[in-house]
């Protein structure tokens, strides 16, 4: 019997734990990250020759379950074309009989890894309006992303966002209208490296729809009714909730409820209080109100507020004083008030000297 | 978006066909399959049981041969395995704490052991477990539960190893066995590359591709198979596979 030498024993283990890709137009690079149930590989298609990322079930599947819910979150991912959602190719079955799906190779920083690198303020409102503006789309096409947290936004080097892991995306009926369909769609998630566990309550897994009282989703971003497993209740709002603790990890480093009860008392964290100018804690505070009807409607109603703020003008979360509305404005049109400024200035100078 | 079908007809076999566990088995009261069972057993763990003794309890070469020996003696008359409960603990642990517990009074077996007591004598190669030994690094840490782990996880492969290579020779494939061993347990700093194997082994880049990959899929099920064998429930199989391979089977 041959010895093996700790190195050689990982290169082993390391083989017997890659996929099989036979047969299939992918070759095998490395592994780029793992979860519960898959894990996700850099494979290079041989056919286009371009890297992409391959994401593959890794958990007992004798049921089936699994690989439909995978083929599943493939074809919710694929509805959704926009340029910060990360697209789909391809989706297949091993010879082994596991599903996998490949999609484009993001190379960039996850949002946490961004927000730590201390990135001017207005640029990270910037990334935050492009992540509501996806999930806004995702809104606009039905689907709830409803596992939204820095570790699923990646940043690239040029700016570009993209949202990630729709896992556990769900469908519901379009927007406005009365959920008359079933839920189709119930699927998984897993906590990559270095993320925040998603909980998947056992009870969410028997079936299509999700059981009431199933908790899906991670905690310190997770809305009070997704919190609850209160699922009748869990609708895009839910998602608004989660842009909210997003936009509050972006303004204080870290989320609003850490070490909150899941379940109950879920308070309003003072973590905001002072630190951030008052129409961004009003947006972030509107936005992780516990009541899900006194959120944003919408996640296109938060990036409009983003945006007024970023272009000087006034939120709709937040009803300023006469003295901050005049603060605001001269902030805004500071050139123009210097100008005016430096004109009576001369005007009074001129005044002064013709006196004497 | 429709599901590309990459899978040949009657594919699927990512499951390793059903081996009788050798734990389950080592209860039976039928003796020859009570025998067959310990040999695999003894087949797996002897070399971490050796070496624990050795670097753990700091015994002498042959005073580890003698207790290695008097261990399974024992654990094959006495029926220690009898009483494992999966429920509690992995197999692997028990066997530890059980050899634990043997140490723990090895006096008395040592000296029953001078006496020339009843040792049933395995045919166990020492000289090369002790050959291993000198060519592993010096543990880091004081030896204890992670070393058996590490052993026993060696063990496990190289038996894998060994029934992968049985296979290529009654199958011919000697070429794809050689390119996986040159390919993974090259001790050497320059593992080959796709181009240096095609050329060693003087066929075309796409061959070393297929042939490295056959070698995954065939390594892996041999190992599957050994795992099988040393688990005595399905919980327990899959959380091993979860536990050395970061996946379940």
Known sequence: MKWISDDALLRLRDAAEE????????????????????????????????????????VSDESGNLASRMTREAQIVARLEHPAIVPIHDVGRLEDGRVFYTMKYVQGRRLDHYVASRPALTEMLRVFQRVC??????????????????????VGAFGEVLVMDWGIAKILGKPGEPRTEPLRYEAYSEPGPDQTATLIDPRANSGNETADGAIIGTPAYMSPEQAAGDNQRVDFRTDVYALGAILHFILTGSPPFEAADLRTGQSQTPALRGKVQPALEATCLKALNHDSEKRYASAQAMAADISAFLDGLSVSAYKESALEKAARLLARNRPLVILILAYLLMRLLVLVFFRR | MGEMHYSKPGAGDRFPPTRLSAIVSARAEDPDERQRAFETIISAYWKPVYKYIRLKWYRTGEDAQDLTQSFFA?????????????????????VRICLDGFLANEDKAAKRIKRGGNVQTLSLDFEAAE?????????AAPVGEDFFDREWTRSLFSLAL????????????????????????????????????????????????????????????????????????????????????????
Do not use: W
């Open chain 2, 162 to 249: 060994d029934s992968f290579r049985k296979k290529c020779e009654q199958s011919g494939k000697q070429i794809q066995f050689n390119m996986f061993e040159r390919y993974y347990l090259s001790e050497d700093d320059s593992k080959p590359g796709y181009q240096r194997l095609s050329s060693e082994f003087e066929v075309p880049t796409t061959s070393v591709t297929n042939y490295l990959a056959f070698g995954r899929r065939e390594f892996r099920k041999a190992l599957l198979e050994h795992l099988q064998e040393l688990t005595s429930t399905d919980e327990e199989f899959r959380r091993e596979a979860r536990s050395l391979l970061g996946q379940e089977p």
């Open chain 1, 19 to 58: 996929p099989d890709l036979e047969g299939t137009p992918y070759r095998l690079i490395r592994k780029v990250g793992a979860g519960g149930m898959s894990v996700v590989y850099l494979a290079q298609d041989a056919r286009l020759n371009r890297n992409v990322a391959l994401k593959i079930m890794n």
């Open chain 1, 133 to 154: 503006e996806a999930v806004s789309f995702a809104h606009s096409c039905s689907v709830i992303h409803r596992d939204i947290k820095p570790e699923n936004i990646m």
């Open chain 2, 131 to 139: 050959g291993e030994l000198r060519a592993t690094r010096e543990p």
């Open chain 2, 74 to 94: 024992q654990a094959i008359e006495k029926r220690f395995f009898d009483s494992y409960d999966p429920s509690k603990s992995r197999f692997r642990t028990f």
